[in-house]
């Protein structure tokens, strides 16, 4: 068996970002662990870049890309507990926005204030 060189082997970095239910606002993006980073999200990442995206939160949402190079990532309705991939291989800004499909009250939960719309920024560079 071939050794491998590392000198072409390239590492591909991927993230994880969920969609979690909150008190105020219903639903915003957030760490692997839960941890609320708010309805808005900008990242930058390099070409390769994977970003897994956790729908944590018992809503369902559609997922629409509004900008950037297209993307191809399947059904765009995104249902409770599902785990998506996004791969951003060319460069460019890539905007998407999340918009629940069930209200709060029909899924049973408490919420303050407006419904946020989730929009995710990413910035391939």
């Not at 060189?5 to 606002?25: E, N, P, Q, T």
């Not at 609320?36 to 956790?54: A, H, M, N, Y």
Request: with cysteine; glycine share 8%.
């Amino acid at each position: 068996m071939p050794a491998l060189d590392a000198g072409r082997m390239k590492l591909a970095l991927v993230l994880v970002l969920s969609i979690v239910h909150v008190m105020h606002g219903c639903h915003v993006w957030a760490t692997a662990d839960g941890r609320p980073l708010g309805p808005t999200r900008t990242l930058v990442v390099k070409p390769g870049t994977s970003i897994q995206v956790e729908i944590m939160c018992p809503m369902d949402f559609d997922v629409v890309q509004v900008a950037g190079p297209k993307l191809s990532f399947g059904d765009r309705r995104w249902r409770a507990g599902t785990r998506h991939t996004l791969v951003f291989v060319k460069r460019g800004l890539y905007r998407f926005v999340a918009t629940n499909v069930q209200t709060p009250e029909e899924r049973g939960l408490e919420t303050l204030g407006e419904t946020n719309h989730l929009r995710l920024a990413v910035r391939v560079r």
